[in-house]
C-alpha cells in the first residue's frame, strides 16, 4: 500500500515538470522563425536541404526530433518551413535594404557575404538540393522564390531584370564560394545594372 502511495506521489510531483516541458516544447515547436533564421537556416545552408538532420536542428534548440515530428507530417514538410523562413528573410532584406540598389548588389556581392554561406542568403547554398529534392520541396521553393523576385522587382522596376540579377549574383557567389583564393573569388565578373530611363 505505501509504495503505491510513494508512486502516485512520484507521479504527482512530476505532472508539473512534464507540463512545464510540453509548453516549452509547443511555444518553441510553433515559433518556425527560431528554427528557420537560426539552426535550421544555418544548418540548410551549411550542410544543404537534403544534408539537414531535423534531430540535429531539435537538439540544437533543447527539443527532440518527436517533438518537430508531432508539429510537421515530415522532414520535407519542416524543411519546406525553413525554405519559406530563409528566402522570405532575403526578401525582406532586399525590401529594407536602406542603401541603393548598387550598393546592396555589391554587398551581395562581398567576400564577407562570399566566405559566411551560413550568414547570408541562403539561395547559394541549397538552389542545387532544391532540383534534387522532392516536389514539395521544390514546390515551397518555388512560391518563397516569387517573392524574393517580387522584393527585387520593387528596387528595379522589372520582372526580367530583377530574375536576371538575381540568376547572375546568386551563381556569381556559388562559383565565388567554390574557389578557395579570395583574390580568384573576387575576380569574377559581377552582375551589373543600369537603370531604366525615364
Same mark, same amino acid.
Given at each position: ?6 508512486? &502516485? ?7 508539473? =515538470? ?72 532575403? &526578401? ?62 520593387? =528596387? ?43
Amino acid at each position: 500500500m505505501r509504495e503505491q502511495q510513494d508512486d &502516485a506521489d512520484l507521479r504527482v510531483r512530476l505532472r508539473p =515538470r512534464k507540463r512545464a516541458r510540453q509548453l516549452f516544447e509547443h511555444r518553441a515547436v510553433h515559433g518556425v522563425a527560431l528554427f528557420g533564421s537560426r539552426r535550421g537556416g544555418r544548418q540548410i545552408k551549411e550542410r544543404g536541404v537534403l544534408g539537414a538532420g531535423v534531430d540535429g536542428i531539435a537538439r540544437g534548440v533543447g527539443l527532440t526530433g518527436a517533438a518537430l515530428y508531432s508539429h510537421f507530417d515530415s522532414k520535407q514538410d519542416f524543411l519546406c518551413a525553413i525554405l519559406r523562413e530563409e528566402l522570405g528573410a532575403t &526578401a525582406r532584406r532586399f525590401l529594407s535594404a536602406n542603401t541603393t540598389f548598387d550598393e546592396m548588389l555589391a554587398r551581395y556581392l562581398s567576400l564577407a557575404h562570399t566566405r559566411a554561406p551560413t550568414q547570408g542568403c541562403a539561395l547559394p547554398a541549397i538552389t542545387s538540393d532544391v532540383a534534387r529534392a522532392d516536389a514539395s520541396v521544390r514546390q515551397a521553393f518555388s512560391g518563397t522564390l516569387t517573392e524574393v523576385v517580387d522584393a527585387l522587382v520593387q =528596387r528595379v522596376g522589372s520582372r526580367e531584370a530583377a530574375l536576371g540579377i538575381l540568376a547572375a549574383a546568386q551563381g556569381a557567389v556559388t562559383l565565388a564560394r567554390a574557389l578557395p583564393d579570395d583574390a580568384e573569388a573576387q575576380a569574377l565578373p559581377r552582375p551589373s545594372w543600369t537603370p531604366p530611363r525615364s
